[in-house]
């Protein structure tokens, strides 16, 4: 990803605003923090024991971004792990052919280990961010046999074996995919170099999965061990077209270039928003499939944009964070979770999307400290909580003793009527002489439960499919 990756921008921002739902979230109760500085660094350690390895949880850092005392702080409390934004792209890392320039790249990794952090690798194909003299003239032949091969090598074994993953590929399946395409129908979909002499060019170049087959057959000879070696990409993460395209793409590296599926990974950017993300059990399942293979699966790159910065879109967006961290957490084969930018100013989206966890002052927001919740929550041996992106409806949380009553009124809470249209139709009879308890719904397009609320309560309107009982 780099910061003005178009695609991403469009398929973000082309989903429709919706009214998000109440949410019911683990900082809402005593025991868990939600205001103040943060440190993470016992309980990741905490969270690794239970894992039973290593949980690499960062963000990206480039040399040239501002507030060098934050990002410092940051990575040293917060974060264990870091990846370059940029400074391990191609353009950077071999500006003349031939010739390696790893100097922003090592710079990340140095600052990674002064802070005690981890540091992933980030990438070594993309179509974009190329330098000068790609795509230019290169024949396939040269391209499969010299160029990506030399590149690979230098930078894979330049920044050593203690790299935790490496995308290997990045972004090389098409948008306009279908089920029951092939791996090679899935990159050519793309219509991106260097299947096409250049982006946007209807002149073929490679015909076949040799170059993706180079990338990761090189990297397997010159990475650690321990390195997985992944295919990263946005859009993906749930039962669809683009998911399955990946999967497939997955498949064929592991059956035509010999890479076994215990070094294989697949990195699910989720560059999301409050209206358009991956439900917690559509990822879960995902994560499922991968570990039946043995690859791992990570998240890569996730920021959460808002359509406004109202408190209550605030706890949605904590409410999702959330949910992408514990399909994470309590799935076997994950142990990578990055935060694409440490705060909103930094972020490629643009201080007003507000998608990080940090704001442009370096404050925790409430995904912040409800991220370090769910940490802590894992860490103490708990089960996995409900979906709360779902709403109060269907997910409650409860505090680390398994209290179920908040401390308080959750701080963001809608409290008035919103400007939405409400239905017409004629709602369905409900029983008469019911309540519904405090927080708990009491209306809604199709609901046929209680429309009254308990003593002390009212039903108030959240959006056409949810009203909610909140203190009067």
């Known amino acids: 990803m780099f910061k003005l990756q178009a695609l991403v921008v469009l398929s973000v921002l082309a989903a429709p605003v919706l009214s998000q739902p109440a949410v019911s979230l683990l900082i809402d109760f005593a025991g868990y923090q939600s205001t103040g500085s943060l440190n993470l660094r016992s309980t990741l350690q905490q969270v690794a024991a239970r894992k039973g390895s290593t949980f690499h ?50 710079a990340v990794q140095s600052f990674a280990t002064k802070n005690g952090a981890t540091f992933r690798g980030h990438n070594t194909f993309w179509h974009s961010q190329t330098p000068s003299w790609l795509p230019g003239s290169i024949t396939a032949s040269d391209l499969v046999n010299n160029v990506i091969p030399q590149h690979v090598q230098q930078e ?12 290997v590929v990045n972004e090389i399946v098409g948008d306009g995919v279908s089920n029951g395409m092939s791996a090679l129908q899935c990159v050519q979909n793309k219509k991106v170099w260097p299947t096409q002499t250049s982006d946007g060019s209807s002149t073929t170049l490679v015909t076949d999965l040799s170059f ?27 039962s669809d077209a683009k998911t399955a395209c990946v999967l497939a793409v997955l498949a064929d590296i592991n059956a035509n270039a010999g890479i076994p599926y215990n070094r294989l990974a697949v990195g699910f950017q989720s560059h999301i928003s409050t209206s358009s993300f991956i439900s917690k059990s559509a990822l879960s399942a995902t994560f499922a499939k991968l570990a039946a293979l043995g690859a791992t699966a990570m998240i890569t790159e996730l920021d959460i944009q808002l359509p406004s910065g109202t408190s209550a879109y605030e706890r949605y967006q904590a409410a999702i964070w959330g949910d992408y961290l514990d399909a994470c957490l309590y799935a076997s084969n994950c142990n990578e979770f990055i935060n694409w930018d440490a705060r909103d100013d930094l972020s490629w989206l643009g201080t007003s999307a507000a998608g990080t966890l940090f704001d ?18 894992y860490a103490s041996g708990a089960p996995e909580l409900c979906a709360t992106a779902l709403g109060t409806s269907q997910c409650m949380a409860s505090g680390p ?13 809608p409290t008035t009527t919103p400007t939405t249209v409400k239905p017409t139709t004629t709602p369905t009879p409900t029983p008469s002489g019911c309540a519904s308890a ?35």
């Open 57 to 106: 949880f960062g963000s990206t850092y480039d040399t040239y971004d501002s507030d060098a005392s934050f990002l410092s702080s940051v990575f040293s409390t917060y974060f264990n792990h870091v990846v370059a934004e940029n400074g391990c792209k191609w353009d950077a890392t071999e500006p003349t052919r031939g010739t390696s320039d790893l100097t922003e790249c090592q």
């Open 156 to 167: 894979i074994q330049g920044m050593g074996t203690s790299v935790t993953s490496w995308d």
């Open 401 to 413: 003793s398994g209290t179920t009553t908040p401390t308080g009124t959750p701080t963001g809470t």
């Open 212 to 238: 993706v087959h180079a990338a990761f057959t090189t990297a397997l000879k010159y990475a650690g061990n321990d390195t997985r070696l992944a295919i990263n990409d946005y859009n993906t993460g749930g």
């Open 360 to 377: 442009s002052s370096g404050n925790p927001k409430p995904a912040a400290y409800e991220v370090a919740a769910r940490l802590q929550r």
């Open 438 to 472: 405090l927080w708990g719904q009491c209306g809604g397009q199709g609901w046929t439960g209680c429309t009254s609320c308990a003593a002390g309560s009212t039903c108030t309107f959240s959006n056409p499919y949810y009203s909610q009982c909140l203190p009067a």
